[in-house]
């Protein structure tokens, strides 16, 4: 298989990493990359923090619920949906900036994912491990603090990278046919979704999961315990705050 195919097809996410630094060139050279990610009429309205200091690390770890690779990763780097540098362009030049609504905030939001996802394809494919973090959208409100985020600014996700220090299992997929629809949307029958999620459900790491969470089912594990209606309502309300906040949706 051809070299980066293999990356594609043959990574996990990387939680431990070793003590060694991720040079500042090589840094450099990941965000070159990820920043030639297609981006929404070559606006590139997105920002990107990147976090070496142990002090900030140590002021972002709660915000992360205490998730260990913010201290232990060399690297945490904020993606930001940022239309505070766009429309400081806009009113310099003349321009009335018309991005104070949800639309521009999806379109910096979608921005700021492909840039992300690019950087971490790049990372993979020189050896390095990285994870998401999917606390940055529960706790906007606070990161924007830390980070000193400015009006037309909203952090949308956060990646740590790092030299691995380990090399787990790669977990499973649902099987191709299962995500793909042929010309026009094929909705899933009783049949179909016992189908596609028994191999999910028949692997031992899934019934260990069920059994830990006193569970009946591995779909009660994620709404019971990982995704609650409770938790998904409370953050809704903090996000569309920070929506608010930052200028995107009336108030
Ligand atoms: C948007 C997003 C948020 C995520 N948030 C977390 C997280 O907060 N903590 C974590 O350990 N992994 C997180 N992950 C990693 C996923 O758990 C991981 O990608 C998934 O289990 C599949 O594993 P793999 O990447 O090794 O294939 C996140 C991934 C994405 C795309």
Redesign the pocket.
């Given at each position: 298989m051809a070299e980066f195919s293999k990356t594609l097809m043959n990574?996990?996410?990387i939680?431990k990493y070793s003590s060694q630094e991720v040079d500042d060139s090589l840094l450099n050279e990941l965000l070159t990359m990820g920043c030639r990610a297609s981006t929404t009429g070559n606006m590139q309205v997105y920002s990107i923090i990147v976090t070496r200091d142990t002090q900030i690390k140590k002021e972002l770890s709660p915000l992360h619920f205490n998730?260990k690779m913010i201290t232990e990763a060399p690297v945490v780097l904020t993606f930001c949906a940022d239309f505070n540098r766009f429309n400081k362009w806009c009113v310099l030049r003349n321009a009335e900036p018309g991005y104070d609504n949800f639309l521009s905030f999806m379109t910096a939001a979608i921005d700021a994912l492909l840039v992300a996802q690019t950087v971490c394809v790049a990372a993979e494919s020189k050896g390095l491990g990285i994870?998401?973090?999917?606390?940055t959208t529960y706790t906007a409100d606070k990161i924007i603090e830390v980070l000193k985020l400015p009006k037309g600014v909203i952090p949308v996700?956060t990646v740590t990278l790092g030299w691995p220090a380990e090399n787990p299992e790669?977990?499973d997929r649902l099987p191709l046919e299962a995500v793909v629809h042929k010309e026009r949307y094929v909705d899933y029958t009783k049949e179909t979704i016992e189908e596609y999620y028994r191999s999910k459900e028949e692997r031992d790491d899934s019934k260990q999961f069920v059994k830990e969470n006193n569970k009946e089912s591995l779909a009660q594990v994620f709404t019971d315990v990982r995704y609650k209606k409770s938790d998904n309502e409370y953050f809704s309300g903090v996000l569309l705050q920070v929506l608010k906040d930052q200028g995107f949706i009336e108030q």
């Open positions: 990574r996990r996410t939680r998730q994870c998401y973090l999917g606390t996700t790669q977990v």
